[in-house]
T-cell receptor, first 113, second 112 residues
Framework: DAKTTQPNSMESNEEEPVHLPCNHSTISGTDYIHWYRQLPSQGPEYVIHGLTSNVNNRMASLAIAEDRKSSTLILHRATLRDAAVYYCILRDTSGGSNYKLTFGKGTLLTVNP | NAGVTQTPKFRILKIGQSMTLQCAQDMNHNYMYWYRQDPGMGLKLIYYSVGAGITDKGEVPNGYNVSRSTTEDFPLRLELAAPSQTSVYFC???????????FGSGTQLSVL
């Protein structure tokens, strides 16, 4: 299985940018990089995903390294509502099955007022 | 659009009891998933389905069963509840492989 590595926790101040890193050195050529977040006592929520090029949406930006072995989720201006666990996930293609999304432990983001 | 609906939200079971966790989606998604989340941990995939009549095991399928008779519904069955199955269960659905998943709000299950 292609795996991801994220820091256990990060801290940020309100209204400052946040860069959440993710390493995925064993990524395969057709693996998409997904980011989800989970607010306290809620189900995970989709944030963004990409394959090779950087991606932007209303929630965040995703910067993907040229060799695709790492990526960074960028929250441009953190708010208190962005405090959550952020998961970086690769679409699992092992065993010929490409339907799974395997979650790791994620990064707990704390936003200070 | 209700999205992904899970019932019940909370349940307490005694050891050895059985129950079915319900999951329904109204987005006509082919792909549906069941995850469990233990306290302080990430999500683990229990079972998934790529369409009506087709299911497959995830990382932690032991002690669970699923069925997918319709596109909308994907119930998860616990036959003989054990304390190790105390967890929060999330159902998710998606339209296209590799695209985003939509999650339900979860079922908190305690087995005592």
């Amino acid at each position: 299985d292609a795996k991801t590595t994220q820091p256990n926790s990060m801290e940020s101040n309100e209204e400052e940018p946040v860069h959440l890193p993710c390493n995925h050195s064993t990524i395969s050529g057709t693996d998409y990089i997904h980011w989800y977040r989970q607010l306290p006592s809620q189900g995970p929520e989709y944030v963004i995903h990409g394959l090779t090029s950087n991606v932007n949406n209303r929630m965040a930006s995703l910067a993907i390294a040229e060799d695709r072995k790492s990526s960074t989720l960028i929250l441009h201006r953190a708010t208190l509502r962005d405090a959550a666990v952020y998961y970086c996930i690769l679409r699992d293609t092992s065993g010929g099955s490409n339907y799974k999304l395997t979650f790791g432990k994620g990064t707990l983001l704390t936003v200070n007022p | 659009n209700a999205g992904v609906t899970q019932t019940p939200k909370f349940r307490i079971l005694k050891i050895g009891q059985s129950m079915t966790l319900q999951c329904a989606q109204d987005m006509n998604h082919n792909y549906m998933y069941w995850y469990r989340q233990d306290p302080g941990m990430g999500l683990k995939l229990i079972y998934y389905s790529v369409g009506a009549g087709i299911t497959d095991k995830g990382e932690v399928p032991n002690g669970y069963n699923v069925s997918r008779s319709t596109t909308e519904d994907f119930p998860l069955r616990l036959e003989l509840a054990a304390p190790s199955q105390t967890s929060v269960y999330f159902c998710a659905s998606g339209a296209v492989v590799g695209e985003k998943l939509f999650f339900g709000s979860g079922t908190q299950l305690s087995v005592l």
